[in-house]
Each structure stands twice: as structure tokens, then as C-alpha cells.
């Protein structure tokens, strides 16, 4: 049974910096796609960044250069780095894991190509 735990969310000020992390328990392949999305309130779940386990990475336009995201496979552990924080930041965000296409690879920001999920963690950026 795959489980995906964040944790790191909070309350900062615009311009702060946070890191969430995502403890994967249960994904036993060697091939993975993995991403973080959020949600703000009355929004769409939107993919923020994403790797795969080829180490590729893709990053939503309005996070490039300000979100990194990584991972430790010795401790089954993502992170998101998040710098340069923004009120419009604010959402609950989630950790996502799925199986690549064999062809195809990972689509890394799309909902769809994950089967299993976080909780959420809540981040709040203000002004």
C-alpha cells in the first residue's frame, strides 16, 4: 500500500521561504513519476513541479526559479524548496506518485498521471 505524508507547510511573510517534504512509504518500483500541486480555495489542483526517476524536472512557469524540488531516495523523502514566496503561493499542497507510460515517460504536471496522493499540507504566504 503506497502512502504519501507532507509535512513542512505553514504561515510566512512574502519574500519568506519555506520546504515541504514528502515521506513515500509502500512504491517499490524503480521507475516513478513524482510532483508536487496545489490548491488554493474555489481554485483547480494545479502541478507545481515534478521528477521523475530519471531525474528530470519540470516546473510550472509561476514557480521557475523560485520552487527547486528534489529528492533522497535513502530516506523515500521529496522536498520542495520554496523561495521568494508570494501571497498568490498560498494553497494547500500535495505530493502525488505514479507509474511512467512505457513509451511516453512521466507527464509530470498532470493530475492524471498520478495514482496515489498526499493529505495536503497547508501554506499560507501573506502580504
Known amino acids: 500500500q503506497v502512502q504519501l505524508v507532507e509535512s513542512g507547510g505553514g504561515s510566512v511573510q512574502a519574500g519568506g521561504s519555506l520546504r515541504l517534504s514528502c515521506a513515500v512509504s509502500?512504491?517499490?518500483?524503480?521507475?516513478?513519476?513524482m510532483g508536487w500541486f496545489r490548491q488554493a480555495p474555489g481554485k483547480g489542483r494545479e502541478g507545481v513541479a515534478g521528477?521523475?526517476?530519471?531525474?528530470?524536472?519540470v516546473y510550472a512557469d509561476s514557480v521557475k526559479d523560485r520552487f527547486t524540488i528534489s529528492q533522497d531516495n535513502a530516506k523515500n523523502t521529496l522536498y520542495l524548496q520554496m523561495n521568494k514566496l508570494k501571497p498568490e503561493d498560498t494553497a494547500t499542497y500535495y505530493c502525488?506518485?505514479?507509474?511512467?507510460?512505457?513509451?511516453?515517460?512521466?507527464?509530470?504536471?498532470?493530475?492524471?498521471?498520478?495514482?496515489?496522493w498526499g493529505q495536503g499540507t497547508q501554506v499560507t504566504v501573506s502580504s
Open positions: 509502500g512504491y517499490t518500483s524503480r521507475r516513478y513519476c
Open positions: 502525488a506518485a505514479g507509474y511512467p507510460s512505457y513509451r511516453a515517460g512521466c507527464f509530470l504536471l498532470r493530475r492524471d498521471q498520478y495514482s496515489y
Open positions: 521528477i521523475d526517476s530519471d531525474g528530470t524536472t
